[in-house]
């Protein structure tokens, strides 16, 4: 489905691969537990695991699809398409199957093959591996979303507020460069004093490491996709929101799945089980993001991109907290969710009562 159609499809129609991609990969769950278990419970089982997953997936991704749909609004027709089609398969196949593999084969110091052959014959200790590298993702990760999160409030261009007396103030301080760098540094700074002192030295210094990189990534992403877009325009005339908007949404997108990937471990240690679960998730949040982008639902609503972004640095604190203590994947899910149903609900609210707007 083009996103620059411009017929407007029934809501449904959105999900049509969503549906497909449910049914096959619910069919492959029950195919899966039935071959490791050799029971109906057993296939069953792997049924249930593989639908909450999904669902957890999607609860968790919802305010990755607002922020995927603000970037892609301001792409060409070309890099939405390829976002849509190219970065489904990064999602699903990179970020659900390879990385993972990846972090295995980096901790445990062996081959790709070693690390396929465990996941399908040793599951508990690729868990255990997975689980054990939870320290630097959550780094990682958390870096780089609250950078998301707090350049959104950090822009003197903004005009919308929905939390009026916090985001003036915070907008009003966006002429200070680096505002966002140095706030993150100290926090990154005060996790790592507790860290240390909770966990020693070593983790303390696996932390920090992970976050600077986190960091740096987040400035290269946008330093790397200036300068790709620039030239795009140079070269081909192209307008804004080239190769450079393409790259970001992929470490965007990444960055969301470190989470939900390393939680998925908790439900299940089987490698392929969490693979089928949130590529299912994953292709929900690409309809969503499409339907949004076509509908022009973020500009219908004027706080639903507030909420998101809310999300997503409630979401960076959780990642960091998690180094320290565990915090439920549905407490994180629903939070998210529920900040962006309150967001939607004062967007509705807005329009009510500004009707001419």
Sequence with gaps: MSITSTT????????????????????????????????????????????????????????????????????????????LTWGIVIAVFGMRIVFPLLIVVIAANVGPWTALVMAASQPEEYARIMH?????????????????????????????????????????????????????????????????????????????????????????????????????????????????????LEVLDASFSFDGVIGAFALSSNLFVIAIGLGIGAMYVRSMTIMLVERGTLAQYRFLEHGAFYAILILSVIMYVQTLVHIPEVITGLGGAALIGVALWSSIRWNKSHPGA
């Design 8 to 83: 407007q499809p029934s809501t449904l129609s959105y999900f049509t691969w969503a549906f497909v991609v449910t049914a096959v990969g619910l069919a492959l769950g029950l195919w899966l537990g039935f071959a490791t278990e050799h029971t109906v419970a057993g296939a069953l089982k792997v049924f249930f695991i593989v639908s909450v997953l999904a669902v957890l997936e999607i609860s968790l991704s919802f305010d990755n699809a607002i922020v995927n749909a603000n970037k892609l609004k301001d792409m060409t027709p070309k890099w939405q398409h390829r976002f």
């Design 132 to 248: 054990d590298a939870h320290l630097p993702i959550a780094a990682f990760g958390g870096t780089f979303l609250m950078m998301v999160g707090l350049t959104f409030f950090f822009d003197h261009e903004k005009d919308v507020h929905w939390v009026q007396w916090l985001e003036e103030t915070v907008s009003s301080y966006s002429s200070i460069k680096g505002i966002e760098i140095a706030f993150v540094l100290v926090v990154m700074l005060i996790f790592s004093e507790v860290i240390e002192a909770q966990k020693g030295a070593a983790y303390a210094t696996t932390f920090f490491h992970a976050a600077i990189w986190g960091l740096l990534t987040f400035l290269l992403v946008e330093v790397l996709g200036g300068v790709l877009d620039r030239g795009q325009e140079v070269l081909a005339g192209a307008a804004k929101g080239g190769l450079g908007a393409f790259l970001y």
